[in-house]
């Protein structure tokens, strides 16, 4: 059973006639002070699950003086400096739920002598990620397996810090398989993990694609967790006027009937390998699957070990070609509740289409005229 259902969000919402979007900067709704006189436009909020940072613009209207002929820069300068933390809330009516959590990351003074009164201040926020990218660091971390190393970076004050400071409400991190679970294997390896030359993310991200994990956060829920973990459907959409417009399509380019994974075990002198096959159902006829049967991807990696890495690394190698076969663009009536890193099922829209697909971006838009969409893309391995 799917986790929504959209005939609820349907009268949850009074039929989406009402359409609401809300940002807090530095805790505080601008549009409420009066003495401010600001109206927020224009929302764009873009979530992933993909290992890529979240971002969330809008635009900021009378914050252009016309008598001085200048931005309100000092009576706004609370709200807007680099680094003000970001919460954006959208919905309909009275009900509205929390879509992005982030900080202040660039502020844009846009300004056309043709178009005066149409002055704005464009804040571009991002995600935790963001801040994960400019720092880089080489050094020996206190860690033995990939998930502490993980939860490691986490726990400093940095990101502490934001966790204090209501930026980031939770950090789930699930245990990597070179980790023993129930206290199982042996004696902890005497090999500590290193970050040689590279940030926090793009540590993370290594570790995320080492194990077939993902690493993305959701409002302000961090998660590093095996990929596609929820295997609940998170919704079924059936056509209705609740959908605005739908691009599915399906393509095999670079898809491969299998993949081998090869490394050499230096110390028996022997080598490792392993490959996995593509058993999924890629076309509604009889052709496509012979043109990829016999084309194998071939990876070398040094910095395998073991068999088991050999066979965590070829799944995620597989499946990340796999899911490149199908790809889903489909906007709807604007639904905070719908997620990357969930799976949908579409039903009763034909062969092919109707499908199941795992969200890998959600885009929720509040344009100027107040209108309120969301657009949710993502994939699927086989038809």
């Given at each position: 059973m799917a986790a929504i259902n959209l005939k609820d969000l349907y009268t949850k919402y009074e039929g989406f006639y009402s359409p609401v979007a809300r940002v807090y900067l530095a805790g505080e709704n601008i549009e409420e002070n009066k003495k401010l006189g600001v109206t927020i436009i224009d929302y764009l909020v873009e979530i992933t699950s993909d290992?890529?940072?979240?971002?969330?613009s809008f635009s900021v209207l009378n914050a252009y003086d016309l008598r001085s002929g200048g931005f309100r820069t000092k009576a706004l300068k609370k709200y807007i400096a680099l680094g003000v933390d970001v919460k954006i809330l959208m919905g309909h009516g009275s009900s509205i739920t929390e879509v992005f959590k982030g900080y202040i990351a660039r502020?844009?003074?846009?300004?056309?002598?043709d178009e005066v009164e149409d002055a704005v201040l464009r804040i571009t926020a991002m995600d935790i990620k963001g801040i994960m990218m400019a720092n880089n660091s080489s050094k020996r971390l206190k860690a033995n397996y990939y998930s502490d190393a993980v939860k490691e970076i986490l726990d400093q004050a940095t990101y502490q810090n934001l966790k204090n400071n209501g930026v980031i409400d939770s950090i789930n991190i699930s245990a990597t398989p070179d980790k023993p679970q129930g206290g199982a294997g042996g004696e902890t390896p005497d090999i500590r993990i290193e970050m040689v030359a590279?940030?926090?993310?793009?540590?993370?991200?290594?570790a995320a694609k080492k194990f077939n994990f993902e690493f993305f956060t959701i409002g302000g829920n961090v998660t590093f967790r095996k990929a596609k973990a929820n295997t609940q459907e998170l919704a079924e959409i059936t056509p209705s006027d609740m959908i605005i417009s739908y691009n599915v399509g399906y393509d095999i380019t670079g898809l491969v009937g299998s993949v081998v994974?090869?490394?050499?075990?230096?110390?028996?002198a022997s080598k490792i390998e392993t490959k996995k096959k593509n058993a999924g159902k890629i076309s509604l006829g009889n052709k496509a699957k012979p043109l990829i049967s016999g084309q194998s991807?071939?990876?070398?990696?040094?910095?395998?070990?073991?068999?088991?890495?050999?066979?965590?690394?070829?799944?995620?190698?597989?499946?990340?070609?796999?899911y490149r076969l199908g790809h889903i663009s489909m906007t709807l009536r604007?639904?905070?509740?719908?997620?990357?890193?969930?799976?949908?099922?579409?039903?009763?829209?034909?062969?092919?289409?109707?499908?199941?697909?795992?969200?890998?971006?959600?885009i929720h838009e509040f344009n100027h005229g107040g209108a309120y969409y969301t657009t949710i893309e993502g994939k699927a391995s086989t038809l």
């Open positions: 290992l890529k940072a979240g971002i969330a502020v844009d003074f846009i300004y056309d002598s590279e940030s926090d993310y793009d540590f993370i991200v290594k994974v090869r490394t050499l075990d230096v110390g028996k991807y071939v990876y070398i990696d040094s910095t395998i070990e073991t068999k088991n890495d050999a066979d965590k690394r070829a799944e995620y190698l597989l499946e990340d070609m796999s604007g639904m905070p509740e719908f997620v990357p890193g969930r799976f949908v099922k579409l039903k009763g829209f034909g062969d092919a289409v109707s499908n199941k697909y795992y969200i890998t971006d959600v």
